[in-house]
């Protein structure tokens, strides 16, 4: 958020854009094919603000209460069932449907109370943004305060024992039809609303690929291989260095060591998220603890690059890149060096730990190339 907020970040980027969307509107041909394409965002933007309030209502997980969250599971599973199997929601599958019945049919921990606050809490928020004559805020409140209209829910449902969902169930579609539970009812306003909306929602993303590809395309016929293209699971090379970076009002170093990650544990007095697994406190005087653990690059990451190879100059794998910190966070739309850094762990830690720690001989060797090949039968 602080960087969507960053003014000269956010003058940079429209400014980036404003020369883009120029250049496909100077020649016809790019204009007839991609010009149109900015302004589909622009829609499907505007559209997703409207289907965001109503998808914060519209949608059983959206309230993060366990008892509406078991109606609507309850509510779908005798009518998912009935289907051949390709044609039910995701979770009623036959590949989902054992971790679908545990939940159903397995009494957990519900705390009555706290599922009235956190009711309560959301039915005043949904009068706010919803209107009077909304299905759910019809349903939900029947006249009611939030509160009251909370514990009326809460206290008069029978769902929160697995018994009562299982005899439910089993009655088939015509029991859920016929049920009067407070929670089964409001999960039979919910239920097509949100039908609806996931499948409105995949419109929505349908039509923001087919423009945000036209973006792409034109993106390659103004500017050609001189701007990196999306990342799209193709292979993607960025290059950087090593370099320290300011932060808290002091300067990050470009590299951590075992000693940093013991000095860290002994600081927090072991305590999580900062306690060490009893095999490397054990460990620690077999290590080098001045080798270098992780390091902090200028190279481009975003999600998904978890697990890639950094290669240096000599085309030596040096680490596994991993994170990025958060100052890089802004990168997603506008790439930047002066804070920004990605995270990797160093070769040389994963070697030291393969074989201080973990007694991996056998993998560090062949890792190293140093394991013997067994003869050829």
């Known amino acids: 958020q602080a960087g969507l907020l960053d003014p000269a970040l956010m003058a940079r980027k429209k400014a980036w854009e404003g020369e883009f969307t120029a250049g496909v509107n100077a020649k016809s041909e790019l204009k007839q094919k991609y010009g149109s394409a900015w302004k589909t965002v622009a829609e499907i933007t505007a559209r997703r603000r409207q289907v965001d309030v ?30 051949p199997d390709a044609d039910r929601l995701s979770p009623y599958q036959e590949k989902s449907k054992a971790r679908l019945e545990q939940m159903l049919f397995t009494d957990g921990p ?38 009251a209209a909370a514990a009326a829910l809460v206290d008069g449902t029978t769902l929160a024992t697995a018994d009562a969902r299982k005899a439910l169930t089993d009655g088939g579609v015509a029991a859920i039809a016929a049920s009067t539970d407070p929670m089964i009812q409001l999960a039979r306003v919910i239920d097509p609303l949100e039908r609806a909306l996931s499948k409105e929602i995949g419109d929505l993303n349908d039509r923001e690929s087919q423009a945000t590809e036209k973006i792409a395309r034109a993106l390659l016929a103004v500017y050609g291989d001189n701007v990196a293209p999306d990342a799209t699971f193709s292979l993607r090379i960025s290059d950087g260095e090593v370099r320290r970076y300011p932060m808290n009002g002091t300067v990050a170093a470009p590299y951590t060591t075992f000693n940093g ?42 999600g998904g690059n978890s697990g890639s190879p950094v290669v240096n ?23 930047t060096e002066r804070v920004a850094r990605s995270v990797w762990v160093d070769s040389r830690a994963i070697m030291h730990a393969l074989r201080r720690v973990y007694d991996a001989h056998a993998l560090a060797d062949e890792l190293e190339g140093t394991r013997a090949t067994a003869p050829a039968m």
Not at 123 to 145: E, I, N, S, W, Y
Not at 289 to 294: G, I, M, Q
Not at 314 to 334: K, Q, S, T, W
């Open 54 to 83: 109503r998808r914060r209502y519209h949608t059983g997980n959206a309230y993060g209460s366990r008892l509406i969250q078991l109606a609507i599971g309850t509510l779908r599973y005798p009518a998912e069932m009935a289907k």
């Open 110 to 147: 519900i705390d009555l109370e706290q599922e009235k606050a956190l009711l309560t809490a959301f039915f005043t928020a949904m009068q706010g943004d919803l209107p009077a004559t909304d299905p759910v805020v019809k349903q939900a409140l029947q006249g009611r305060t939030p509160e």
């Open 261 to 302: 990650l013991y000095e860290r544990a002994r600081a927090f007095e072991g305590q999580p998220p900062f306690d060490l697994p009893p095999r490397w406190t054990e460990r620690r005087d077999s290590l080098a603890t001045d080798t270098p653990f992780n390091a902090v690059s200028t190279n481009d990451i975003i």
């Open 313 to 335: 100059r000599n085309a030596e794998v040096v680490g596994l890149i991993f994170d990025g910190n958060i100052e890089m966070l802004p990168n997603r739309f506008l790439f």
